[in-house]
């Protein structure tokens, strides 16, 4: 099928089967949905233009917080807050790194090496993580993370899975500096005012690029202020979903266009796979979590590289 203004030739069925694809990875693991949205647009339907990619990256990343959003609240896997700190950050930061990229990456020569130098660098930073002396120093988040999955496990076998928000993010403390609140009964701490600065510099480099900026918000939650992987997702789609809607009217308002026909059936797929992303993730380990997304971004960040010197591998 024809798509006029992205100016590629790509089977429906393709586009709804990677869509879903991203869907489920941004909503499982809170990141990586731009980027796959990225890889698909530049490698796998072959759109040359650097500035309709952008934008329409991030029309995908916009509509599976809307789907997955509601799910993780309703189980109390969200720190409402902290997402809301970061997408307030992230307006600011999005106008600025939405201008920027428009201006200063405008085509696909300059632009791709940037992704990946990126992805790879925040990739080599979450295999760092995983690494048993980083694991050691998050002896709470471990707890909280085998408490969930053995909670999930009981209530699952007793058919009680409607008891699983009994046992999610409940705040004791909240306040313009130290807020607090427990998860799988153990208690986190966090400075209020660091989301907002975090948000505004992630949406920054993420409008930038035109990605959701979760590969960036997942490494922050889980390291930076120490969440529990099974809570990191929903706090991060959350907090996208304002940085993205205000990237995308930026690129608009500076004359990018977007495919229209094209977006609607990636829509489709996004939206199943970020359905699915919620109602699965509950019986994935949260070490599991981090393998797969440092997988993922090893593997584009090292692609986009590569492909500068003339080697491709994606």
Known sequence: MEFSVAGVSVSPILLILWSLFVGYVFSTVGAAGGILAGVGHISIFGIKDANTVKPMNQVLTLISPIISSPLYFKE???VVPA???LGLGGIVGAIVGSYLSHTFLPDMKTYKPFFGIITLFIAVKIWTELMPSAQEKQKSVKKANKAFEDKVKELKAE????ELKDIGVKFSEMGITNNTFSFAGE??????????IAGAIVAIISAALGVGGG???VPYLSSILGFPMFIVAGTSTLSILVSSATSIGNYIRMGSSLDFAM???EVIGVIIGSYLGPVLSKYIK???????????LTYIGTGYILAAFGVKII
């Open 76 to 78: 109390r896997r969200l």
């Open 83 to 85: 997402a809301i700190a």
């Open 159 to 162: 058919g009680r899975m409607n």
């Open 187 to 196: 208690t986190f701490k966090y400075n209020a005012l660091s989301p907002f």
């Open 215 to 217: 590969f960036l918000l």
């Open 263 to 265: 977006l609607g059936f």
């Open 286 to 296: 949260g070490q599991y979590l981090k393998i797969f997304l440092a997988v993922i």
